[in-house]
C-alpha cells in the first residue's frame, strides 16, 4: 500500500493546513513535511496541494518558494552575471535591479511573482518618466534572471512567458 504523499487538516472555519510528505531527513531519519496554510474553501487547500504534488512530481524544490527574488537576483549575479559579463555591464546590471526591480518586487518570494507583478512594476517606472531605453534595459536584465530561475527549476514557468 502506498504512503500518503500530501494531507488537508482543517485547522478553522476557513483555514486549511496542506502537508506534503519530503521524505526523510538524512541525520535524524525522520519524516520531513512542508506545511503550508491555505485560507479559503476546501476547494482551494485541494488545488494549492495538487499544485504543490505537481510541482513535487516535476522535480521542483518545494522549499524554493520561500526564497525571495532579492535572494535569487544576488545568486544569479554572482553565478551566472559575473563570470560572463564585463565589469562595466555587470556594474550596470547591478544598478538596474537595484534602482527599479529591487524596491517593487525584491522582497516577494521568487516563486509567487506573476505577470502582473512584472506589468505592474513596468507601469511605474513608465510613470516615473524613465526612458523607453531604461525600460527596455531593465526588462533585459530581469527576463534573463527569470530564464534561469526557470532552467534552475526555482520556478516553473517564466512569469508572463517574457520572451
Not at 504543490?52 to 521542483?60: A, F, V, Y
Request: with cysteine; proline share 2%.
Amino acid at each position: 500500500m502506498a504512503r500518503k504523499v500530501g494531507q488537508i487538516v482543517r485547522r478553522g472555519s476557513c483555514t486549511w493546513l496542506v502537508r506534503v510528505y519530503t521524505g526523510r531527513d538524512l541525520e535524524t531519519k525522520k519524516r520531513t513535511y512542508l506545511n503550508q496554510t491555505i485560507h479559503g474553501g476546501l476547494r482551494d487547500a485541494q488545488a494549492h496541494l495538487n499544485n504543490m504534488l505537481g510541482e513535487r512530481d516535476r522535480g521542483r524544490r518545494l522549499d524554493s518558494s520561500k526564497q525571495t527574488l532579492n535572494q535569487y537576483l544576488d545568486r544569479w549575479l554572482e553565478l551566472c552575471a559575473k563570470p560572463r559579463l564585463r565589469a562595466k555591464s555587470l556594474k550596470d546590471y547591478e544598478g538596474l535591479l537595484r534602482r527599479y526591480v529591487r524596491p517593487e518586487l525584491g522582497p516577494k518570494a521568487l516563486a509567487s511573482i506573476s505577470a502582473f507583478d512584472i506589468q505592474t512594476l513596468y507601469g511605474d517606472l513608465l510613470g516615473r518618466s524613465l526612458s523607453a531605453r531604461s525600460i527596455r534595459y531593465t526588462h533585459a536584465v530581469l527576463r534573463s534572471a527569470l530564464k534561469q530561475a526557470t532552467r534552475w527549476n526555482l520556478v516553473l514557468v517564466k512569469p508572463g512567458r517574457l520572451s
